[in-house]
Nanobody, 127 residues
Framework: QVQLVESGGGLVQPGGSLRLSCAASGFTLDHLTIGWFRQAPGKEREAVSCINNSDGEPYYADSLKGRFTISRDNTKNTVYLQMNSLQPEDTAVYYC????????????????????WGQGTQVTVSS
C-alpha cells in the first residue's frame, strides 16, 4: 500500500520534547522533498520544515528555527521531526508530505497537490 504514516504524537507538558516519525511504504523517499506541516483548530495550515530532494538541505519556518530539527533515514525510508521546548501554541495536527518539487514550491502546494500526504498525528502541549 502506498502511503505515509506519521507517529509519535501525544500529550506533552510545556518545555517538553517529542519526536515525530513519518514512514513511507510502497515508494522510496530518497528522490523526493519531504516535510511537515501543521494545522491547529480554527487556523490555516502552517509549513514547519522540509528536506529538499536535490541537495538534502533542511528548511524551516522562521518561527521554528532552533527548536525543531528535521532528519531523514533513507535506509528506513523515514523522516523525523525532533521538537524541543514545546509550547501550547505548538498544539496542532502534524502532517507529513512528500513531493517531487523543490523546497521553495513545496511549502506553497495545496494539500491535494502533493504526491503523498499522511493522515496526521496529534500533538498537544498542555500542563
Amino acid at each position: 500500500q502506498v502511503q505515509l504514516v506519521e507517529s509519535g504524537g501525544g500529550l506533552v507538558q510545556p518545555g517538553g520534547s517529542l519526536r515525530l516519525s513519518c514512514a513511507a511504504s510502497g515508494f522510496t523517499l530518497d528522490h523526493l522533498t519531504i516535510g511537515w506541516f501543521r494545522q491547529a483548530p480554527g487556523k490555516e495550515r502552517e509549513a514547519v520544515s522540509c528536506i529538499n530532494n536535490s541537495d538534502g538541505e533542511p528548511y524551516y519556518a522562521d518561527s521554528l528555527k532552533g527548536r525543531f530539527t528535521i532528519s531523514r533515514d533513507n535506509t528506513k525510508n523515514t523522516v523525523y521531526l525532533q521538537m524541543n521546548s514545546l509550547q501550547p501554541e505548538d498544539t496542532a495536527v502534524y502532517y507529513c508530505a512528500a513531493d517531487r518539487t523543490e523546497w521553495y514550491h513545496f511549502f506553497l502546494l495545496d494539500r491535494g497537490e502533493f504526491d503523498y500526504w499522511g493522515q496526521g498525528t496529534q500533538v498537544t502541549v498542555s500542563s
